[in-house]
């Protein structure tokens, strides 16, 4: 989404950059997880494929995804390719409904696991959404077996609304009203939006 193709989100202890070319080559690495396939319901591409998916993704008005930083790692190192540590996306996949986004969240590098990076990336991207976006629901898609993300969502306040047997997962759903607007922008008040951001 060409939105947010300049837009750094820097938080406590991530920060999100728009998902461009240079990033490929990790995010293709990761992809090759049978894990991580298996937990974002995703196939294997080729190299050149995930080139084109990155393209297609960075001009779809319908899909804004992020690249997550290791915040400790990026101002140390410098470097965005050794500070990746996952990505998150909002989808608006109905047409009839671009107030309606699906979240997903992905920490892809297993250390950086159970540190709460994947909490608070989720909330930058929901607040993101509410501001930038206009979004008034989310809904998030995820397996049955991935009880770690059922539970972050549940927390969050997300409601379960249906499962499918056949693909083994659950969605749930979460309206944006005003109370949950304030306890979510109560979560982002570190957050600082930089629209003009671009790798040196």
Known sequence: MKINKSTQIIGENVILVPYKKHHVLRYHEWMKSEELQHLTASEPLSLE???????SWFEDSDKCTFIILSKSLFESTGNEIEAMIGDTNLFLNDPDDKECAEIEIMIAETTDRGKGFGLESVYLMLQYGIEKLDIK??????????QKSI??????????????????EITLERIVDNEWRDWLKSRTLHAIINENYELN
């Open 137 to 146: 629901k989310y809904s998030a898609k995820i397996s049955m077996d991935n």
């Open 49 to 55: 494929d995930e080139y084109k998916m990155q393209q």
């Open 151 to 168: 539970s972050m969502f549940t927390k969050l306040g997300f409601k379960e609304i249906s499962r499918s047997e056949v693909f083994q």
